[in-house]
T-cell receptor, first 113, second 114 residues
Framework: AQTVTQSQPEMSVQEAETVTLSCTYDTSENNYYLFWYKQPPSRQMILVIRQEAYKQQNATENRFSVNFQKAAKSFSLKISDSQLGDTAMYFC??????????FGTGTSLTVIP | DTAVSQTPKYLVTQMGNDKSIKCEQNLGHDTMYWYKQDSKKFLKIMFSYNNKELIINETVPNRFSPKSPDKAHLNLHINSLELGDSAVYFCASSQVIRVTGELFFGEGSRLTVL
């Protein structure tokens, strides 16, 4: 089984600033995927970004980027130029090739105007 | 078109009642899931079906019974509802063969047991 740990239950950031959310995971798999999901107050789960473990290059999606450290089993999410709409719960997740998904406990991010 | 749709979105009922939540996906995925999200926002896997076959059945009371009539549908039936069943239930789907690695979620169904 895999475990995913998010050690920051709550974080806040000023609008337009940059914030980094931490995530570590533990797996014995060689091939796996990592994800960040966003859950705004509307409760819809939205995929923010994903990373294939075999790819060394860090994934980026507009203002969102990850710092994937495979040896350290670390997968942090950086949000640049934070916007009010980024206020949400953020979940880190991993999945193996059998498509079992493992979620962290979430980080509640508040963007302050 | 909604990729993963679940109904109803909200459900308020009395203890002891039986209720069902329906889920349908139009993505052609071969695997569907039910997750429970409690008041602390923890997401817990309940069941997973691959091509109508149960592949994950976590420790869930047997009052919860999933049913998959075909690979596009995974319904959740709950008998004898208890206060602790109050939560948001998410249906999700993914593709195992030729893995894209993404889990698609429905909008969630908020169940309140009084």
């Amino acid at each position: 089984a895999q475990t995913v740990t998010q050690s920051q239950p709550e974080m806040s950031v000023q609008e337009a600033e940059t914030v980094t959310l931490s995530c570590t995971y533990d797996t014995s798999e060689n091939n796996y995927y990592l994800f960040w999901y966003k859950q705004p107050p509307s409760r819809q789960m939205i995929l923010v970004i994903r990373q294939e473990a075999y790819k060394q290059q860090n994934a980026t999606e507009n203002r969102f980027s990850v710092n994937f450290q495979k040896a350290a089993k670390s997968f942090s999410l950086k949000i640049s130029d934070s916007q009010l709409g980024d206020t949400a719960m953020y979940f880190c997740a991993s999945s193996n090739t059998g498509n079992q998904f493992y979620f962290g406990t979430g980080t509640s991010l508040t963007v302050i105007p | 078109d909604t990729a993963v749709s679940q109904t109803p979105k909200y459900l308020v009922t009395q203890m002891g009642n039986d209720k069902s939540i329906k889920c349908e996906q139009n993505l052609g995925h071969d695997t569907m899931y039910w997750y429970k999200q409690d008041s602390k926002k923890f997401l817990k896997i309940m069941f997973s079906y691959n091509n109508k076959e149960l592949i994950i059945n976590e420790t869930v009371p047997n009052r919860f019974s999933p049913k998959s009539p075909d690979k596009a549908h995974l319904n959740l039936h709950i008998n004898s509802l208890e206060l602790g069943d109050s939560a948001v239930y998410f249906c999700a789907s993914s593709q195992v063969i030729r893995v894209t690695g993404e889990l698609f979620f429905g909008e969630g169904s908020r169940l309140t047991v009084l």
